[in-house]
């Protein structure tokens, strides 16, 4: 009698075999999509975290270097930096118009 684990000496190697069997199958349906989601969440929220900074110092890296290319003009300093305000903005607002002008599709 094959499942009689009083006759049966593998039974016990057998068993062992069946629930590594069964756990690893419930793992790889529950356990590892969900731990595929939360690297998804945490890489994304990571990058996006990055992604503002990154912008951000863009912006005054971009309003600075106007800032010193106008001082490179004899402009002086307080207009220099009303300009390069001006001018910063006036380019995000050309890309935002560009932006606002490609929202709805042609169809």
Do not use: C, H
């Amino acid at each position: 009698m094959p499942g009689n684990p009083f006759t049966d000496p593998n039974w016990a190697a057998d068993l062992a075999d069946t629930v590594e069997r069964v756990v690893g199958s419930v793992r790889d349906k529950t356990t590892k999509p969900l731990v595929t989601v939360t690297r998804g969440v945490v890489y994304g929220l990571l990058a996006a975290i990055l992604g503002v900074a990154a912008l951000v110092l863009l912006i005054v890296m971009l309003t600075r270097g106007t800032q010193e290319l106008l001082d490179q003009f004899k402009v002086r300093r307080s207009a220099a930096v009303y300009i390069s305000y001006l001018a910063v903005g006036g380019i995000f607002s050309l890309l935002g118009l560009f932006v606002l002008s490609k929202r709805y599709s042609k169809d």
